[in-house]
């Protein structure tokens, strides 16, 4: 494949999906600016590998990608004992996304409330043992279906299904015993 062409078809291919992949990232690494390393690493992989990319769902192709950039990123640049924490700004998109209005918070209250409620909520995501929280983000924050959770993650769909149905069930324990 030529260089054009493989330019070109990175930019039909990844581009479309590059805030998804930071998003994902961001949930990953727990931050923006290593959330944009991730990224960074992964689009030249997936430059790198674009000539074998075989069409299919490129979402899911390069948010694949992503995750195992992620991970290997986190391997060489962190201890095994920091938890990350990510952004729950998605969590307002998919909302807008999803023709669901958000609590106004014009109000000092309402602000104060929404920022308690987004620690509380992000802090228990965090607290989710990885294979749920990886789940979870994929599945509702990322959108992506069972079966490509099961490709990303190389389980069986049933897993899958099991470990979004767990981690949603230790979320809500959790947040019913938030103050």
Request: hydrophobic letters at 50%; one cysteine or more.
């Amino acid at each position: 494949m030529s260089e054009k062409a493989a330019a070109e078809r990175f930019g039909e291919v990844v581009l479309p999906h590059l805030g998804d992949a930071l998003s994902l990232a961001r949930w990953l690494t727990g931050n923006m600016a290593d959330a944009e390393d991730v990224v960074q690493e992964a689009c030249l992989k997936a430059h790198a590998g674009i000539a074998s990319y075989a069409g299919g769902n490129a979402r899911a192709w390069l948010l694949t990608i992503v995750r195992n950039a992620a991970y290997s990123w986190l391997a060489r640049n962190r201890p095994r004992a920091v938890m990350a924490v990510g952004d729950l700004a998605d969590l307002d998109d998919m909302a807008a996304g999803q023709g669901v209005s958000m609590p106004d918070t014009d109000s000092p209250e309402a602000s104060l409330i929404a920022k308690a409620d987004t620690a509380t909520l992000e802090a228990a995501i965090a607290g989710l043992p990885e294979p749920f929280r990886e789940t979870l983000v994929l599945r509702d924050i990322n959108g992506l279906s069972y079966r490509e959770i099961s490709a990303m993650l190389a389980v069986p769909i049933g897993t899958v299904m099991s470990r979004l149905a767990r981690a949603r069930g230790l979320l809500m324990t959790e947040l019913g015993r938030a103050p």
